[in-house]
């Protein structure tokens, strides 16, 4: 009876000898995530294996971080760290400061959270408007992730009803060119992600196209700098009659090149952008090669 006891004991201790005593959850890869997506939680294990018939739960924390009442949001049955197949629930709130942990039932072991946090349904961010001309403009955004995709629209200001239709499918792309707009109109631009389930608000950029110029309105050898926006952009108008490219160079005022650039034009009125943002303040000389011919103009920066 006694050795009986004594062997119980001696197994007993051997197994709680190697049981696991602790879990830690990998850092989450992907993301940022949207509701209803499917992904991996990785982690691994020590003390030894878990008992028969354990499950471990991959759980997400609130918007907060916080593991108050947290969801669990995917599961496996193993003795052994095995990936978790995990789903974002559908509804999920919008916050960029989710925490996700692995825990497990035999024994009950709470893992230690993965270092990084969880981007779900993130807001689009730094949405803005360039390459702007007297009927096109171009709107801008920051990718979310590869799982996003956008729609964009417009109108005139004042208008109710938005412009080709209600809006325009432009698929992970980051940026879409608006053209066909009326010179010298105020527009407004929207621009919304979707994934899965998650369909973020509308955010809008608004803009006012250039005055159109016309062939008959450009006077001496036909190229004109305007200023654009701030005292560092500048709008160039220049007619081209037969060729299909222009080369641009920008001197200083000691004779330094310190912008070039080639880039293709059409026959008539053509629109190009200078920017000067990387530039130091001064005088500087603007030369357009065209149809060969060469165009110079000074420009004064100011900061």
Request: glycine fraction near 10%; charge should be positive.
């Amino acid at each position: 009876m006694k050795k009986a006891l004594l062997l119980f004991l001696v197994s007993m201790l051997s197994v709680s000898a190697f049981a696991l005593t602790s879990i830690t959850t990998r850092n989450i890869k992907g993301g940022p995530f949207c509701s209803g997506q499917s992904f991996f939680v990785q982690f691994t294990i020590s003390g030894g294996p878990a008992s028969v018939g354990n499950v471990f739960n991959a759980e997400m924390s609130d918007a907060d971080g916080l593991f108050t009442a947290p969801v669990v949001i995917g599961s496996v049955t193993s003795t052994t760290a095995a990936p978790i197949s995990c789903t974002i629930p559908l509804g999920t709130a919008s916050s960029s400061k989710y925490r996700i942990r692995v825990v497990s039932t035999l024994p009950a072991v709470i893992g230690s959270a993965a270092r990084n946090r969880v981007s779900v349904d993130p807001p689009l961010q730094n949405v803005y408007l360039s390459d702007t001309t007297s009927t096109t403009m171009k709107l801008n955004w920051n990718s979310l992730g590869s799982n996003f995709n956008y729609k964009v629209r417009y109108r005139p200001v004042g208008q109710t009803g938005w412009g080709q239709g209600p809006y325009t499918q432009v698929g992970t792309a980051t940026s879409y060119v608006f053209t066909g707009l009326i010179p010298s109109t105020a527009y407004e631009f929207q621009v919304s992600a979707s994934c899965f389930d998650y369909s973020a608000g509308w955010v809008s950029a608004f803009g006012t196209t250039y005055a159109a110029i016309r062939f008959g309105n450009l006077a001496g050898d036909a190229f004109q700098i305007m200023p654009s926006g701030n005292g560092k952009q500048f709008r160039l108008v220049f007619p081209v009659i037969g060729c299909n490219s222009a080369d641009l160079k920008v001197y200083s005022a000691i004779g330094n090149q310190v912008k070039g650039n080639r880039f293709n034009v059409q026959s008539g009125l053509n629109e190009a952008q200078l920017s000067m943002s990387d530039m130091a303040s001064g005088i500087y000389i603007v030369q357009l090669n065209v149809d060969g011919r060469r165009f110079t103009r000074k420009i004064t920066i100011q900061d």
